[in-house]
T-cell receptor, first 111, second 114 residues
Framework: RKEVEQDPGPFNVPEGATVAFNCTYS??????FFWYRQDCRKEPKLLMS???SGNEDGRFTAQLNRASQYISLLIRDSKLSDSATYLC????????????FGQGTELSVKP | GAVVSQHPSRVICKSGTSVKIECRSL??????MFWYRQFPKKSLMLMAT?????????EQGVEKDKFLINHASLTLSTLTVTSAHPEDSSFYIC??????????FGPGTRLLVL
Protein backbone atom coordinates (compact mmCIF):
# COMPACT_ATOMS: atom_id res chain seq x y z
CA ARG A 1 0.00 0.00 0.00
CA LYS A 2 1.33 3.42 -0.91
CA GLU A 3 2.02 5.77 1.95
CA VAL A 4 -0.10 8.54 0.44
CA GLU A 5 -2.87 7.69 -2.00
CA GLN A 6 -5.06 9.81 -4.24
CA ASP A 7 -7.62 9.13 -6.91
CA PRO A 8 -5.67 9.97 -10.09
CA GLY A 9 -8.78 11.12 -11.92
CA PRO A 10 -9.07 12.83 -14.29
CA PHE A 11 -11.90 14.89 -12.90
CA ASN A 12 -13.69 16.70 -15.71
CA VAL A 13 -16.03 19.38 -14.40
CA PRO A 14 -17.83 22.40 -15.87
CA GLU A 15 -16.93 25.92 -14.86
CA GLY A 16 -18.61 26.91 -11.64
CA ALA A 17 -18.79 23.37 -10.29
CA THR A 18 -17.68 22.33 -6.84
CA VAL A 19 -15.15 19.55 -6.80
CA ALA A 20 -13.66 17.60 -3.91
CA PHE A 21 -10.46 15.61 -3.73
CA ASN A 22 -9.58 13.10 -1.06
CA CYS A 23 -6.23 11.78 -0.03
CA THR A 24 -5.45 9.02 2.45
CA TYR A 25 -2.22 8.45 4.32
CA SER A 26 -1.03 5.30 6.03
CA UNK A 27 1.58 6.66 8.43
CA UNK A 28 -0.29 7.72 11.55
CA UNK A 29 2.83 9.54 12.72
CA UNK A 30 2.50 12.07 9.93
CA UNK A 31 2.30 15.52 11.41
CA UNK A 32 1.94 18.05 8.66
CA PHE A 33 -0.09 17.96 5.48
CA PHE A 34 -0.15 20.05 2.38
CA TRP A 35 -1.90 20.47 -0.94
CA TYR A 36 0.21 21.42 -3.92
CA ARG A 37 -0.83 22.37 -7.41
CA GLN A 38 1.25 21.28 -10.39
CA ASP A 39 0.73 22.58 -13.89
CA CYS A 40 1.86 20.56 -16.86
CA ARG A 41 5.64 20.36 -17.09
CA LYS A 42 6.08 22.72 -14.14
CA GLU A 43 7.16 22.35 -10.54
CA PRO A 44 4.60 21.94 -7.73
CA LYS A 45 3.47 25.11 -6.04
CA LEU A 46 2.11 25.18 -2.52
CA LEU A 47 -1.63 25.71 -2.53
CA MET A 48 -2.27 25.45 1.18
CA SER A 49 -1.24 23.75 4.36
CA UNK A 50 -3.84 21.60 6.06
CA UNK A 51 -4.61 22.12 9.73
CA UNK A 52 -6.58 19.95 12.11
CA SER A 53 -9.21 22.63 12.49
CA GLY A 54 -9.60 22.92 8.74
CA ASN A 55 -8.70 26.00 6.81
CA GLU A 56 -10.11 28.05 4.01
CA ASP A 57 -8.50 30.30 1.46
CA GLY A 58 -10.99 31.92 -0.86
CA ARG A 59 -12.60 29.20 -2.94
CA PHE A 60 -10.39 26.50 -1.46
CA THR A 61 -11.08 24.59 1.74
CA ALA A 62 -8.84 21.93 3.22
CA GLN A 63 -9.80 19.48 5.93
CA LEU A 64 -7.85 16.94 7.95
CA ASN A 65 -9.41 13.90 9.58
CA ARG A 66 -6.77 12.26 11.76
CA ALA A 67 -9.05 9.48 12.98
CA SER A 68 -9.69 8.27 9.45
CA GLN A 69 -6.28 9.40 8.17
CA TYR A 70 -7.42 11.42 5.23
CA ILE A 71 -7.24 14.96 4.02
CA SER A 72 -9.52 16.67 1.57
CA LEU A 73 -9.53 19.66 -0.71
CA LEU A 74 -12.72 21.37 -1.82
CA ILE A 75 -12.74 23.81 -4.70
CA ARG A 76 -15.86 25.93 -5.08
CA ASP A 77 -16.93 27.83 -8.17
CA SER A 78 -14.18 26.24 -10.21
CA LYS A 79 -12.47 28.31 -12.89
CA LEU A 80 -10.81 27.28 -16.12
CA SER A 81 -7.51 28.30 -14.52
CA ASP A 82 -7.98 25.69 -11.80
CA SER A 83 -7.16 22.98 -14.34
CA ALA A 84 -4.01 21.30 -13.04
CA THR A 85 -2.86 18.29 -11.07
CA TYR A 86 -3.39 18.52 -7.33
CA LEU A 87 -0.92 16.71 -5.12
CA CYS A 88 -1.38 15.98 -1.47
CA UNK A 89 1.66 15.55 0.70
CA UNK A 90 2.35 14.31 4.21
CA UNK A 91 5.37 15.04 6.36
CA UNK A 92 6.20 12.11 8.66
CA UNK A 93 7.29 13.05 12.15
CA UNK A 94 11.01 13.14 12.96
CA UNK A 95 12.09 12.61 9.37
CA UNK A 96 13.72 15.92 8.72
CA UNK A 97 10.73 17.52 7.08
CA UNK A 98 10.66 15.30 4.02
CA UNK A 99 7.39 15.11 2.14
CA UNK A 100 5.69 12.02 0.82
CA PHE A 101 3.48 12.82 -2.15
CA GLY A 102 0.42 11.16 -3.50
CA GLN A 103 0.28 10.42 -7.21
CA GLY A 104 -1.79 13.52 -7.86
CA THR A 105 -5.33 14.09 -9.05
CA GLU A 106 -5.82 15.65 -12.44
CA LEU A 107 -8.53 18.28 -12.72
CA SER A 108 -9.86 19.62 -15.99
CA VAL A 109 -12.37 22.47 -15.83
CA LYS A 110 -14.33 22.92 -19.04
CA PRO A 111 -16.21 25.99 -20.26
CA GLY B 1 7.70 34.24 -1.30
CA ALA B 2 10.82 32.14 -1.14
CA VAL B 3 12.59 31.53 -4.43
CA VAL B 4 14.48 28.45 -5.47
CA SER B 5 16.34 28.21 -8.74
CA GLN B 6 17.64 25.22 -10.65
CA HIS B 7 20.18 25.04 -13.39
CA PRO B 8 20.11 23.84 -16.09
CA SER B 9 16.42 23.81 -16.91
CA ARG B 10 16.94 21.09 -19.48
CA VAL B 11 19.81 18.99 -20.65
CA ILE B 12 20.34 16.43 -23.36
CA CYS B 13 23.36 14.21 -23.04
CA LYS B 14 24.83 11.03 -24.40
CA SER B 15 24.67 7.80 -22.50
CA GLY B 16 27.64 7.40 -20.18
CA THR B 17 28.19 11.06 -19.42
CA SER B 18 27.66 12.72 -16.06
CA VAL B 19 25.27 15.58 -15.52
CA LYS B 20 25.34 18.07 -12.67
CA ILE B 21 22.20 19.91 -11.57
CA GLU B 22 22.37 22.89 -9.23
CA CYS B 23 19.70 23.96 -6.79
CA ARG B 24 19.92 27.35 -5.10
CA SER B 25 17.77 29.06 -2.52
CA LEU B 26 17.94 32.70 -3.59
CA UNK B 27 16.51 34.66 -0.71
CA UNK B 28 16.77 32.38 2.28
CA UNK B 29 19.15 29.90 3.85
CA UNK B 30 18.20 26.27 3.62
CA UNK B 31 19.92 23.77 5.86
CA UNK B 32 17.87 21.06 4.22
CA MET B 33 17.14 20.53 0.56
CA PHE B 34 15.39 17.64 -1.10
CA TRP B 35 15.80 16.01 -4.48
CA TYR B 36 12.87 14.43 -6.30
CA ARG B 37 12.36 12.84 -9.66
CA GLN B 38 9.13 12.62 -11.56
CA PHE B 39 8.24 10.46 -14.52
CA PRO B 40 5.42 11.53 -16.88
CA LYS B 41 1.99 11.26 -15.29
CA LYS B 42 3.55 10.02 -12.07
CA SER B 43 4.04 11.55 -8.67
CA LEU B 44 7.16 13.08 -7.26
CA MET B 45 9.42 10.47 -5.75
CA LEU B 46 11.83 11.60 -3.08
CA MET B 47 15.36 10.53 -3.93
CA ALA B 48 17.35 12.00 -1.08
CA THR B 49 17.54 14.58 1.66
CA UNK B 50 20.49 16.90 1.44
CA UNK B 51 21.80 18.47 4.63
CA UNK B 52 24.34 21.27 4.62
CA UNK B 53 27.70 20.06 5.83
CA UNK B 54 26.82 16.39 6.10
CA UNK B 55 26.15 13.38 3.93
CA UNK B 56 22.87 13.10 2.13
CA UNK B 57 20.26 10.62 3.26
CA UNK B 58 19.05 8.48 0.38
CA GLU B 59 15.67 6.83 0.07
CA GLN B 60 15.44 3.11 -0.30
CA GLY B 61 16.29 1.95 -3.79
CA VAL B 62 18.22 5.08 -4.76
CA GLU B 63 21.88 4.41 -5.53
CA LYS B 64 24.06 6.91 -3.72
CA ASP B 65 27.01 6.26 -6.03
CA LYS B 66 24.81 6.90 -9.03
CA PHE B 67 23.23 10.09 -7.74
CA LEU B 68 25.88 12.14 -5.97
CA ILE B 69 24.62 14.93 -3.77
CA ASN B 70 26.69 17.74 -2.36
CA HIS B 71 25.29 20.45 -0.10
CA ALA B 72 28.26 22.75 0.13
CA SER B 73 26.55 25.84 1.53
CA LEU B 74 23.29 27.02 3.00
CA THR B 75 22.09 28.11 -0.40
CA LEU B 76 23.42 25.48 -2.79
CA SER B 77 22.92 21.77 -3.29
CA THR B 78 24.03 19.82 -6.35
CA LEU B 79 22.89 16.51 -7.77
CA THR B 80 25.21 14.71 -10.16
CA VAL B 81 23.80 11.89 -12.23
CA THR B 82 26.87 9.79 -12.95
CA SER B 83 27.21 7.66 -16.08
CA ALA B 84 23.71 8.57 -17.15
CA HIS B 85 21.64 6.05 -19.10
CA PRO B 86 18.36 6.47 -20.99
CA GLU B 87 16.38 5.16 -18.02
CA ASP B 88 17.68 8.12 -16.00
CA SER B 89 15.76 10.45 -18.28
CA SER B 90 13.28 12.22 -16.05
CA PHE B 91 12.21 15.50 -14.50
CA TYR B 92 14.43 16.25 -11.52
CA ILE B 93 13.12 18.76 -9.00
CA CYS B 94 14.76 20.12 -5.90
CA UNK B 95 13.11 21.81 -2.98
CA UNK B 96 14.42 23.85 -0.10
CA UNK B 97 12.93 23.80 3.33
CA UNK B 98 11.95 27.19 4.62
CA UNK B 99 10.04 28.39 7.63
CA UNK B 100 7.26 26.34 9.15
CA UNK B 101 8.42 23.23 7.28
CA UNK B 102 7.16 24.64 4.01
CA UNK B 103 9.05 23.36 1.01
CA UNK B 104 9.69 25.61 -1.93
CA PHE B 105 10.36 23.91 -5.20
CA GLY B 106 12.78 24.80 -7.93
CA PRO B 107 11.50 24.92 -11.51
CA GLY B 108 12.93 21.49 -12.28
CA THR B 109 15.46 20.09 -14.73
CA ARG B 110 14.43 17.92 -17.67
CA LEU B 111 17.09 15.36 -18.39
CA LEU B 112 17.10 13.40 -21.62
CA VAL B 113 19.77 10.77 -22.04
CA LEU B 114 20.23 9.52 -25.56
Amino acid sequence: RKEVEQDPGPFNVPEGATVAFNCTYSNSASQSFFWYRQDCRKEPKLLMSVYSSGNEDGRFTAQLNRASQYISLLIRDSKLSDSATYLCAAAPEYQGGKLIFGQGTELSVKP
Amino acid sequence: GAVVSQHPSRVICKSGTSVKIECRSLDFQATTMFWYRQFPKKSLMLMATSNEGSKATYEQGVEKDKFLINHASLTLSTLTVTSAHPEDSSFYICSARGRLETQYFGPGTRLLVL
